[in-house]
């Protein structure tokens, strides 16, 4: 019987390797058609001329040609549209991550509720993003919108604003004319309205995790609560919120639903995806769209690399 | 926990009268701090289910009001919004079914796929398993658009754009690396030991799958099954990419989303459809959110 323990034991092995590439197949087959494939099935056609009347009969062997990169990068619209995203994906990034902070700041300590208060908090982050915007673009409504009305009737304004239908707004400031994009800030403060519990989740468990000692024994050295948190939590929190900022980004900076639901890409809010959307429905360009979300496909492969990165280095020293 | 309350009293004990005024300014700082977001956080969805129970001449009559007269109210706007098309209706029941059918397939094929995916990552040594764990994260982490025209171009070509085929084999690609992902982080937590015991006692792998580790994980297997509904209710833009044209497959993100373009819609009919889009996923969201939470942010507290 001795010698066969040791064969039975490398074929139990095997055996596991076996099954877990057949365990794993299933999902790999599903991830490479609906993913891996497209996206190298996108770079093809971004070389190639193709409209949307044509997509039926699309050649995959149709020969290769620059024109499309040459429309989107020559038009100027890509850099415009890209400019836009990045102060879009910093605008929304930093809000939603310094109101998901302050969330998870505030529920820290329990209190009677604490449970239905942390729920309700993540309400904005799962409720249909259809739904939401749609609420939205009805309280800002410059006729019958709550917050216009509010605006006029408590704060005095002396008209409506068009919170999604203005490009710019000039702010007189002590005489200063400032411009202000007035639709680009409230779709970033919508964003922050909708993102910051995913920030707070992350917060709170770090938070959760994390010794209150030091802090216990600042406040009683008398340091005052702004101190301890700017001295003690904050660097701790640091990691996370990297973490968060680099997910958020990679996923704001493609965000397509938000923009198109809420302004439809109007009044100085067309970011890169919804020029791509454009690019494909309005002027029936498959090709140049294409080239467009390759190019969008770079610059987030690029932040995707920086992600595992941060990953693989919170792995050394964890 | 022992320990917190420990520190708490001992803080108690030291603090005079100068430092609990102080606290008692933090402490009102920090209720005033959460009504407010309460309040931020609230004020769309009561003004949705306000506006969804009132009739448009009464919101354009007084549009400031947060407030709702019992002779005003009225639920014609949900027999409005759910009604069929034939009848005058908007046909938002028909959405509905659309919606609750795409999303349960989704999960089902999902779940499916990616419980013994998940098992195969968490437990199994077989060959390229760090590549193919990377290759989900970069999935999970890409967004849906930059995939987008080439599936819009291959469902054309197969004949399945339009059809809800074609919607819930998206979905499912789309839900299947987070899933792995949820359900991996759990079945690592179920002790080894246990599953050795199994081996130990003659079961197979796939017995041990079966008749240990899924019993042992069923909270996390129904958290992610609904984070999977969630995701399939509430998407959109393959919604509007593949189904625009046929009306009679609208789900109803999509139909909410083209009739709220329209202007012969009433606003308050709509926001009787937002209200019937939402309710399911905020009642779902409810039932496990404690199990949700805890499977999407297990291995951040690590810091």
């Not at chain 1, 024109?67 to 879009?88: D, E, K, M, P």
């Not at chain 1, 987030?300 to 941060?310: D, G, N, R």
């Not at chain 2, 995916?117 to 930059?146: S, T």
Request: proline share 5%.
């Amino acid at each position: 019987m001795r010698p066969h323990t040791a064969n039975r034991r490398r074929t139990l092995a095997q055996r596991d390797a076996r099954l877990g590439l057949t365990l794993i197949s299933p999902t790999l087959l599903i991830v490479i058609a609906a993913v891996v494939v497209p996206l190298l099935w996108s770079v093809l056609i971004s070389f190639q001329r193709l409209k949307l009347i044509e997509i039926g009969v699309a050649n995959p062997f149709a020969p290769l040609t620059l024109a499309n990169f040459n429309r989107v990068i020559g038009s100027g619209i890509l850099w415009s549209s890209l400019s836009t995203t990045v102060v879009y994906t910093v605008g929304s990034v930093a809000l939603s991550i310094t109101l998901g902070v302050i969330a998870a700041m505030l529920v820290r300590k329990p209190f009677r509720g604490r449970t239905l208060v942390r729920a309700t908090f993540l309400l904005p982050y799962v409720a249909p993003i259809v739904a939401v915007t749609f609420v939205w673009r009805t309280m800002l409504n410059p006729q019958f919108g709550i917050i216009n009305e509010f605006g006029q009737k408590v704060l005095g304004w002396s008209e409506p604003i068009p919170f999604l239908s203005q490009a710019s707004a000039d702010w007189n400031l002590l005489g200063a004319h400032i411009p202000v994009p007035t639709a680009l800030l409230t779709v970033i403060a919508f964003e922050g309205w909708r993102n910051f519990p995913f920030a707070f989740l992350f917060v709170m468990a770090r938070l959760e995790a994390m010794s209150r000692e030091p802090e216990e024994a600042a406040l009683v050295d008398g340091a005052g609560y702004l101190q301890s948190f700017r001295y003690i939590v904050l660097p701790q929190l640091a990691p996370v919120i990297a973490l968060l900022a680099i997910l958020r980004t990679i996923w704001t900076f493609n965000d397509f639903d938000n923009i198109f639901l809420l302004t439809g890409g109007g009044a100085g809010t067309q970011v890169a995806s919804i020029q791509m959307y454009t690019l494909l429905t309005v002027q029936r360009n498959v090709g140049a769209a294409s080239a467009q979300s390759v190019i969008l496909a770079i610059l987030l492969i690029l932040m995707l690399a920086i992600y595992l990165l941060i990953l693989r280095r919170r792995g050394e020293k964890a | 926990m022992t320990a917190a309350l420990n520190l708490r009293s001992v803080r108690g004990r030291r603090s005079g009268p100068k430092r609990s005024a102080r606290q008692r300014m933090i402490g009102l700082g920090r209720a005033l701090g959460i009504a407010a977001f309460m309040f931020a956080v609230l004020l769309p969805f009561y003004y949705m289910f306000l506006l969804s129970v009132k009739p448009i001449a009464s919101l354009l009559r007084d549009p400031g009001s947060l407030f709702i007269s019992i002779e005003d109210f009225t639920l014609s706007t949900y027999v409005e919004v759910l009604g069929p098309v034939s009848g005058g209706g908007q046909g938002f029941l028909t959405f509905l079914g659309n919606s609750a059918l795409v999303a349960l397939i989704s999960v089902i094929v999902a779940l499916a796929v990616a419980l013994p995916g998940a098992y195969a990552i968490a437990r199994l040594p077989f060959f390229g398993h760090r590549q193919v764990n990377a290759l989900f994260i970069a999935a999970y982490l890409f967004p849906a658009i930059v995939v987008a025209i080439p599936l819009f171009v291959l469902f054309t070509r197969l004949g399945l754009r339009g059809s809800l085929v074609g919607l819930i084999f998206v979905y499912t690609a789309q839900t299947v690396p987070v899933a792995i992902y949820m359900l991996r982080n759990y079945f690592e937590t179920v002790p080894v030991s246990i599953e050795e015991a199994g081996l130990v006692d003659g079961l197979s792998r796939l017995g041990i799958l079966r008749r240990i580790t899924l019993p042992l994980s069923m909270p996390s297997i129904a958290a992610t099954g609904l984070f999977v509904f969630m995701i399939a209710w509430n998407e959109f833009l393959f919604a509007l990419l593949f189904l625009i044209d046929k009306r009679d497959n609208w789900t109803v993100s999509l139909g909410l989303s083209q009739l709220s373009g329209s202007v012969e819609v009433s606003t308050t009919v709509l926001m009787a459809g937002s209200v019937v889009l939402t309710l399911p996923i905020i009642v779902l969201f409810f039932v496990v959110e404690r199990y949700l939470t805890g499977g999407l942010t297990a291995g951040a507290e690590k810091g």
